[in-house]
């Protein structure tokens, strides 16, 4: 079962798989910025953009297919308009 979370599901065109260290990281900070407030919020939404935009770059450039490569572009134009739009 993890050797198939590792590689994607279904195998021959993933649409899904197990997630990369950055993704982890957005998925993280995301959940301590809806925990908490203040200073630690606003550092945990700064992380949960950083992450995000990593995993959408590495998706885009790097994606196994052709929806992997569509999501990473649109987790990339999420990041951009919404940091663009808090600035």
């Known amino acids: 079962m993890l050797e198939r979370a590792r590689h994607g599901w279904p195998e021959r065109y993933p ?10 990281v957005a998925l993280v900070a995301w959940v301590v910025a809806a925990l908490t407030s203040g200073s630690v919020h606003d ?7 950083a992450g995000l935009a990593a995993w959408a770059w590495l998706e885009l450039t790097d994606g196994v297919n052709l929806f ?3 999501l990473g572009a649109a987790g990339f134009v999420y990041v ?3 940091v663009g739009g808090a600035l």
């Open 15 to 24: 649409l899904a798989q197990f997630p990369n260290p950055p993704l982890i």
């Open 43 to 49: 550092y945990a939404r700064a992380a949960f953009y």
């Open 68 to 70: 992997r490569r569509v």
């Open 80 to 82: 951009v308009i919404s």
